[in-house]
């Protein structure tokens, strides 16, 4: 078993919360198995506690991976693929991981591809989605407002988008 009761925990589809306990249930009439109970947003989830719930639920992000994404918010961001569909697709396969790493760079990209030309609808929504993403668990790692996590994401991108158009304007 991975978690304790206590653990502050990411789920990749509902966001940060935290193991309020690990209960054997028996569903639809098939063999007990083990689950987690996460309290997520004043809701609770029940998540498998086997090798499966390694893709859905992980540690939140620790102190040493948020200065690692400050620093990451504010490097270089990589080219995105000018093709819409495979652009979507490309972010769908590296999300799948989960990881707030991951998060944040697909923040950063989609945030300077907006800074080149309007995002797509469908670019635009996706990042608002990993951004509410990103801000809820660096809020809850933090712990402070989401706002204040939300402002502090803001500032380190805008940072960076200074440096990628002084850099470019050098070119």
């Not at 940060?16 to 209960?23: D, M, N, P, T, Y």
């Not at 995002?119 to 929504?125: C, H, M, R, T």
């Amino acid at each position: 078993m991975k978690f304790k009761v206590g653990d502050e925990v990411m789920h990749t589809s509902h966001g940060s919360g935290q193991i309020v306990a690990i209960e054997e249930k028996q569903l639809s009439g098939r063999e007990s198995r083990l689950f987690y109970a996460v309290s997520i947003n004043k809701s609770t989830i029940w998540v498998p506690a086997d090798s499966d719930s390694d893709a859905s639920l992980r540690q939140l992000a620790s102190n040493s991976d948020l200065t690692h994404c400050r620093v990451l918010l504010k490097s270089r961001p990589a080219q995105l693929n000018t093709d819409r569909q495979q652009r979507g697709r490309d972010r769908t396969e590296s999300l799948r991981a989960g990881s707030f790493e991951i998060r944040c760079e697909a923040v950063r990209d989609l945030t300077a591809h907006g800074w080149l030309k309007p995002l797509s609808e469908s670019d635009a929504a996706a990042l608002r989605k990993i951004q509410e993403v990103v801000c809820q668990e660096w809020a809850f790692a933090e712990g402070v407002p989401p706002s204040e996590a939300s402002r502090e994401i803001a500032a380190l991108l805008q940072e960076g988008c200074q440096r990628y158009k002084a850099d470019a304007a050098l070119s």
